[in-house]
């Protein structure tokens, strides 16, 4: 193992974070986009193992389907565990969005939960974004997170919850991913109007800011000897975040204990964005 690779935890903490259970979740709905993999899977299990009933939705439909098996299969042991439905949805596009409500509606008979995950992440110098590139950054991290959002306004009743990605990176500039941090940015002042107007319906919205979490997204990172000795050196802890520790900040957004939280992005990145 690299000098490098050894550092991404030092003074490690050692096993699995340990998220509350929020009982108050049991028996609820919840859709999650872009569930097929990643972050959006983690989700989707963490939601089904608290009895959360999952409307999992993916571009990727017949990847979403063995998800959903995957997930049932793995939170079997758990005390009544929620349903995990898969579903097609292509974020960009709106109708699509009111589909996914409609499954959730039908398989579960409520809607209470929206987590907006789906995402890209682009890559090219500011002089080569090309306009195909902006366009489609923008309609699936922003005219997606909307559209979502919209849907669920249409079928929550008062006391829903809304939960946005944003990223570290709304904040933050990073050379190479102007289409990204141009899209995150906008998904976070989103989340504030969105917070703002659907709060009238008793609604609460609010985002999650990842930084270095080690996912698929951020694969290159650890295969990037210099790329993980930037990011190590950029974030005050000095290691990755698991996505344990993005799930934590998820289910508190949705519980009754984050009632009275709305219009937040809660930033889970080490601190990177003080640096």
Request: aromatic letters at 4%; glycine letters at 10%.
């Amino acid at each position: 193992m690299s000098e490098t690779a050894e550092r991404a935890n030092p003074g490690r903490v050692v096993g699995t974070p340990v998220a509350a259970v929020y009982p108050e979740l049991r028996g609820k709905a919840a859709v999650v986009t872009g569930a097929a993999r990643g972050m959006g899977a983690r989700f989707a299990a963490a939601l089904a193992a608290r009895g959360v009933d999952v409307v999992g939705a993916d571009i990727d439909g017949d990847a979403m389907a063995v998800t959903a098996k995957e997930i049932t299969a793995e939170t079997a042991g758990a005390d009544r565990p929620g349903r995990v439905v898969a579903a097609r949805v292509d974020v960009a596009k709106a109708e699509e969005h009111e589909s996914v409500a409609q499954v959730a509606l039908a398989e579960f008979g409520r809607l209470d939960f929206w987590v907006n995950n789906a995402g890209v992440f682009p890559f090219a110098e500011v002089g080569d974004i090309t306009p195909e590139q902006i366009r489609t950054t923008l309609a699936v991290n922003v005219e997606g997170v909307l559209f979502g959002a919209q849907a669920a306004a249409r079928h929550m009743e008062p006391g829903g919850a809304i939960v946005n990605m944003s990223s570290v990176s709304a904040v933050r500039v990073r050379r190479g991913r102007g289409a990204y941090c141009s899209s995150k940015a906008a998904v976070a002042h989103l989340t504030e109007s969105l917070a703002v107007e659907l709060g009238d319906r008793g609604l609460r919205v609010n985002a999650i800011a990842p930084g270095y979490i080690d996912t698929e997204m951020t694969r290159w990172v650890r295969e990037d000897e210099a790329a993980l000795r930037h990011a190590l050196d950029a974030v005050p802890l000095h290691r990755l975040g698991s996505p344990e520790e993005v799930v934590g900040p998820l289910l508190f957004l949705l519980s009754d204990g984050a009632r009275y939280v709305t219009g937040h992005s809660i930033a889970v990145d080490g601190g990177s964005r003080h640096v």
